[in-house]
């Protein structure tokens, strides 16, 4: 049996919706195993020579993790033996959500093996429930997997997902840094133990403006955008990041941390454009993804 999937990548927070949004974004990674081949791992694209390929890396541990979860009593999941190859698109941490893409590829894969739900049809709601369950569990993101899953704007409380149609004219603008990095488990220990109740009144507003923003009203982003729960204590880490930000703002362009950084994501209209990156940054002008994770089989 071949299984190709394709997640897309994700931006998570999207400003005030901390470890509440997410993003679909039109950059897919893909990965194909076969349990006809030669078994093996191999990777090309983006992080191509430092993903492990010994069977440790977050696909394969992912397709365990599943089949583990279907094991029945004291009977041991049956892992077949199959050859992997991913094609990478999405940057490694960089805030785009890769190894959440990873977790839901390795998830669907297993999924399709196991045959429950129907594998061909990855838009089913039992399939995807699934899914997102199990990668959630495995990655511990949440937003990143609803949107790699689901695809659009998706809002997540207490592992309910909720997915939103964009509104059409939205423009995304992924700003990467070509040679910073910040791992998630950093920028999380970054975070403050506590925050004012003003703070918190301004996100959980910024944060209802967001969806209105981000289904309606393109127009109120540059405002909707704005955060005071996790941006500041990051941009600590990613100086960078944060001068740049400050710069897209102070031009009226929507913009906010991707994720945890150091990545930014913007959103461009026709008076305002983000322009050339500064030196030592790539400019990705993906689109947003209607869908989500996408699976194939061939028997």
């Not at 979860?69 to 992997?84: C, E, M, N, S, Y």
Request: hydrophobic share 45%; charged share 20%.
């Amino acid at each position: 049996m071949r299984v190709t999937v394709r997640v897309p990548a994700t931006s998570a927070n999207l400003g005030p919706g901390f470890d509440c949004f997410g993003l679909a974004l039109d950059l897919c990674n893909e990965v194909t195993v076969d349990t006809d081949a030669e078994p093996g791992v191999t990777w090309d694209g983006e992080g191509a020579e430092e993903l492990p390929t010994d069977g440790t890396d977050m696909v394969s541990r992912a397709i365990a993790f599943t089949l583990d979860r279907h094991a029945h009593g004291d009977l041991a999941p049956v892992i077949p033996k199959f050859a992997l190859r991913g094609v990478n698109r999405i940057p490694v941490e960089r805030g785009l959500g890769s190894s959440s893409a990873a977790a839901v590829a390795g998830v669907a894969i297993a999924q399709a093996w196991l045959g429950r739900p129907d594998p061909v049809d990855a838009d089913a709601p039992d399939f995807a429930a699934a899914v997102f369950r199990h990668a959630a569990d495995i990655e511990g993101h949440p937003d990143n997997a609803a949107a790699a899953i689901y695809g659009g704007f998706t809002v997540v409380a207490n592992q309910v997902v909720r997915r939103l149609d964009p509104h059409p004219d939205l423009a995304p603008v992924i700003l990467v840094p070509e040679h910073v990095r910040l791992p998630t488990g950093e920028a999380r220990g970054a975070l403050p133990s506590n925050v004012s109740r003003q703070d918190a009144v301004f996100n959980v507003g910024h944060a209802a403006m967001a969806v209105v923003a981000l289904t309606q009203d393109p127009e109120l982003l540059v405002v909707a955008l704005q955060d005071r729960l996790h941006e500041n204590a990051r941009g600590g880490l990613v100086p960078g990041s944060a001068a740049l930000l400050a710069d897209l703002r102070h031009r009226q362009i929507p913009a906010c941390l991707s994720g945890a950084g150091p990545s930014l994501l913007a959103f461009e209209r026709e008076d305002h454009v983000v322009g050339d990156p500064p030196d030592g940054w790539r400019a990705i002008r993906p689109g947003v993804r209607a869908k989500g994770v996408e699976v194939r089989v061939e028997e």
